[in-house]
């Protein structure tokens, strides 16, 4: 049996989940977790399971209890689009990127008990900035925004380490769409995973990905605006609107 630490990914057959899991192989005994299918080039347990479902999570339970778990990445997520008329895509978007981490947590969480462990859970900056277009996935993402900042302050007093990840623009099958091949604004899943351990490195718990389009500097300076459309008092998302788009403009310039 595999002396390594035991890192559990989810969302883990493609895109950062797996570009996470190519970085940890060498040091690390893998659990991949996806509702996809899992193509070859990994070492690695797989489970094919939908994380919404609390009911599936029983099989990592087995999988997991008493071995020496080290990095839990919550990762798993949809990106679909439902409207204001289907609730029950609203449904299968909160079920997935919420309680897809709400069920990690409850699973994995009283296996580390007493024990060091690294938490990162994928947020998005839609669920900080909150762009018109696709509202279920930016309140799902709020959501998970508010549970990872809860879960870091619960555990201050342990040896768990919990961090939110935030993604910049970058080129996975869920953001590709149609496009073949990768944009020169996006990142690729393999600079995510970096700059992740890198912040990881530094104890920082919000780790704000940059692209080749924004940067750090731009994404502060469109949140601190989203804030202050409730201090100053502004219409909702003034930040797209017409009325308060020149002063918006001027903001971001100064």
């Not at 099958?173 to 393999?190: L, N, Q, V, Y």
Request: proline share 5%; hydrophobic share 35%; glycine share 6%.
């Amino acid at each position: 049996m595999s002396t390594k630490p035991l890192a559990i990914i989810t969302g883990a057959a493609s895109g950062i989940g797996r570009a996470v899991a190519q970085r940890l192989a060498k040091t690390h005994t893998l659990l991949l977790v996806d509702r996809a299918e899992f193509e070859k080039g990994l070492e690695a347990e797989t489970f094919q399971i939908d994380v919404s479902q609390a009911d599936q999570w029983k099989t990592i339970t087995e999988a997991i209890k008493d071995r020496p778990i080290d990095f839990i990445m919550l990762n798993a997520g949809i990106g679909s689009k439902p409207s204001w008329t289907d609730p029950t895509g609203w449904r299968t978007m909160i079920d997935t990127n919420l309680f897809g981490i709400v069920n990690g947590i409850a699973t994995i969480l009283p296996l580390i008990e007493n024990k060091k462990a690294t938490i990162v859970i994928t947020g998005s900056k839609q669920g900080i900035t909150n762009p018109p277009g696709n509202p279920a996935y930016n309140a799902s993402k709020a959501a998970v925004k508010s549970v990872a900042e809860s879960l870091s302050y619960d555990l201050r007093k342990t040896n768990i380490e919990v961090y939110l990840l935030i993604p910049g623009y970058t080129y996975t099958g869920m953001t590709s769409g149609t496009s073949t091949s990768k944009p020169d604004a996006a990142w690729t899943p393999e600079q995510v995973a970096s700059y992740m351990f890198d912040k990881i490195k530094q104890k920082q718990f919000y780790i704000l990905c940059p692209d080749n389009d924004v940067t750090n500097e731009l994404d502060y300076k469109r949140m601190t605006w989203n804030l202050r459309d409730i201090t100053e008092s502004r219409p909702a998302l003034s930040r797209w609107r017409e009325e308060t788009a020149d002063e918006f403009a001027q903001f971001i310039k100064q």
